[in-house]
């Protein structure tokens, strides 16, 4: 099992920053795309940003130039600087990881998410 861990939403005025972050932990091989979702109430949980276990980065337009996605593989961590915040920015985030398993000598890649962290924007 892989547990995803969030940290760092919370209520910050229009035009300030945040940073999440997100911890994964459990038994796995290895840990490949990580990413963040957004969710609004009653829509589809969207990508925000994500990042390979390379280091290359995937970004909405939306937030393209005011968010930056990085990753520490030595701590199995993503972290997304959100700066510039909007009031249209105000969701429930979601962490993301694809992850490689050893199940029977054999690799399965799995889909995790973190519980989410709610993030509000003043205007």
């Known amino acids: 099992q892989v547990q995803l861990v969030e940290s760092g939403g919370g209520l910050v005025q229009a035009g300030g920053s945040l940073r999440l972050s997100c911890s994964a932990s459990g038994t796995f091989f290895s840990i490949n795309a990580m990413g963040w979702y957004h969710q609004a109430p009653g829509k589809q949980r969207e990508l925000v940003a994500a990042i390979t276990s390379g280091g290359s980065t995937n970004y909405a337009d939306s937030v393209k130039g005011r968010f930056a996605i990085s990753r520490d593989n030595a701590k199995n961590t993503v972290y997304l600087q959100m700066n510039s915040l909007k009031p249209e920015d105000a969701d429930v985030y979601y962490c993301?990881?694809?992850?490689?398993?050893?199940?029977?000598?054999?690799?399965?890649?799995?889909?995790?998410w973190g519980q989410g962290t709610q993030v509000t924007v003043s205007s």
């Open positions: 993301y990881s694809n992850v490689a398993i050893a199940s029977m000598d054999q690799l399965h890649t799995l889909d995790y």
